[in-house]
């Protein structure tokens, strides 16, 4: 597993889906810059969410808020308080840890090693102190089951403090006088603090939602497993709007719509499970993660949380604006009209992850060897919605006119879909690099296509060839695009 998931990370430099950022300077920790087929591949996984949340609900509307909020919306999130990760240092490495991770981690030893009792009292130990954030108690638990440090392999740690996960920036020219701002660690405050304006400009009524994709920032302590976890990421956050008392019905709504929307990939259901939360976080009445398994093992993709009206009445008492809702709709169901602070059902899916997740499992080396030849192939069986380049357009020969009638049928389809043109090297060797990007159609132009305008068809995954007209080609390649 450890070997699939090296072969992706290769294979997404490799072709250009993913870049270390300032890799010439030998890379900053935790950050990734998306390449020529990454950045399309992402576009595309952002237009499915957004069709599905957006597009295809009467009641949902998005939104593209600023990064840069007031620091207050922060203080009334509740996370310049409260967004913190336990930490500890080793004295002699000088290296920092997070405390609930290296637990963590002795944990999954203690399991490994077959010692099932000792694993679960020491999780229930852990679960107690991180509840009552008690910080010397977790210190405590690494000390008294002997947890070294990994790098210098001495137990001399340093007392647990916390650590606040968010950035922060000077806003304004001058140091004197400029303001501490923070870069937001996620999209959702956005959505909270507009919701008077959305509402109202947008006359929309409960139950309403309202969608955003953008970037988050987060310094996470332990950053690993590639783009698991990075400390600027991208997230596609939907918050709906609902009455006090409707909030379970509709987290359970939206459970089931979103493993949907995962699973119209054509990912095989038992990738992926629910993580139902017991510890809840405080804004919280009920949580569960989408979770999929990664060759790292079952991680978190998506997470569902019920809010309550926790957001909006902090955002109430810290701005002294009313965070109301008129119900029309109640009166005509006989109950009275009603103001009331509406409650909010979040789903809130990484980008990253959900791309991550699409090339591990779209990725596939494939044996094709035939009686007499042995071969293989490398291949990302992606959906044709989300491939980066749908069809590739080949002459035959670089003569006789195939590389003209090759680029006329480009600059046809070129106007509906992302497509590219290759004319070097044997035909094989060119269909070899279009399925390591997974695209879904290579179009080849041969000496009859100048007679009587067809074009063969080779589709990727069955690797079967047709030969079609060319004026269907625009057909054939948006029905299998389209959604
Ligand atoms: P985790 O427990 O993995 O740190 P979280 O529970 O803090 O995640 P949320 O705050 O619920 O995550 O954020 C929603 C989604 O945003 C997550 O399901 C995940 O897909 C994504 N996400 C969160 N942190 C990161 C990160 N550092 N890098 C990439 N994606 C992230």
Not at 215 to 237: D, G, S, T, W
Not at 327 to 347: F, H, M, S, W
Not at 435 to 440: E, K, L, Q, W, Y
Request: one cysteine or more; glycine letters at 6%.
């Amino acid at each position: 597993n450890d070997e699939i998931f090296k072969n992706v990370i290769s294979h997404a430099k490799e072709y250009g889906f993913v870049f270390q950022s300032s890799e010439i300077y030998d890379g900053l920790s935790a950050v990734y810059d998306y390449g020529q087929l990454g950045a399309e591949l992402k576009n595309n996984i952002k237009t499915y969410w957004w069709k599905a949340m957006v597009q295809m609900h009467e009641n949902i509307v998005g939104i593209d808020s600023a990064i840069f909020m007031h620091p207050k919306v922060w203080k009334a999130s509740g996370h310049v308080d409260g967004f913190n990760d336990p930490m500890i240092d080793n004295k002699d490495s000088k290296k920092r840890y997070r405390a609930d991770q290296l637990l963590e981690d002795k944990i999954a030893r203690y399991e490994k090693d077959g010692k099932q009792d000792k694993a679960d009292q020491l999780q229930a130990d852990m679960d107690t102190a991180l509840k009552s954030e008690n910080l010397s108690e977790l210190r405590d638990l690494i000390i008294n089951h002997e947890i070294a440090c990994p790098v210098s392999g001495t137990r001399n740690w340093t007392e647990v403090r916390q650590f606040n996960l968010m950035f922060s920036t000077q806003f304004g020219a001058m140091a004197e006088g400029s303001e501490e701002v923070y870069l937001r660690p996620e999209t959702a405050q956005g959505i909270f603090v507009n919701f008077l304006n959305v509402q109202k400009s947008g006359r929309m009524k409960i139950p309403f939602g309202i969608a955003q994709i953008g970037k988050a920032f987060r310094n996470e302590v332990i950053a690993r497993q590639f783009i698991m976890r990075m400390r600027e990421f991208e997230q596609m956050e939907m918050q709906f709007f609902v009455r006090p008392g409707e909030d379970k019905k509709w987290f359970e709504y939206w459970k089931t719509a979103r493993l949907k929307w995962h699973q119209a990939l054509g990912t095989s259901a038992e990738k992926y499970r629910f993580h139902d939360h017991t510890k809840l976080a405080h804004y919280a009445n009920a949580a569960t993660d989408i979770e999929f398994e990664f060759p790292f093992g079952f991680k978190e993709v998506e997470g569902i949380h019920s809010r309550t009206d926790f957001d909006l009445s902090q955002h109430q008492e810290f701005s002294g604006k009313k965070m109301q809702y008129f119900d029309n709709d109640l009166n005509e169901e006989g109950k009275p009209y009603g103001n009331y602070v509406p409650y909010v059902i979040e789903t809130s899916i990484g980008l990253d992850r959900m791309f991550l997740l699409t090339m591990i499992n779209a990725f596939e080396e494939q044996d094709i060897s035939t009686e007499d030849k042995k071969d293989s192939r490398t291949l990302l069986r992606l959906h044709p919605a989300l491939a980066p380049v749908k069809a590739a357009i080949f002459p035959l020969t670089k003569k006789d006119g195939l590389p003209e009638k090759a680029r006329e049928i480009m600059n046809l389809l070129k106007l509906e879909h992302n497509v590219t043109y290759e004319e070097k090297d044997a035909i094989g060797k060119r269909y070899r690099r279009q399925d390591a990007i997974g695209t879904p159609f290579c179009i080849t132009v041969d000496h009859q296509s100048l007679e009587d305008n067809t074009v063969t068809i080779r589709h990727r995954d069955s690797m079967e060839q047709e030969r079609v007209p060319a004026d269907q080609l625009e057909r054939i390649i948006a029905e299998r695009v389209s959604w």
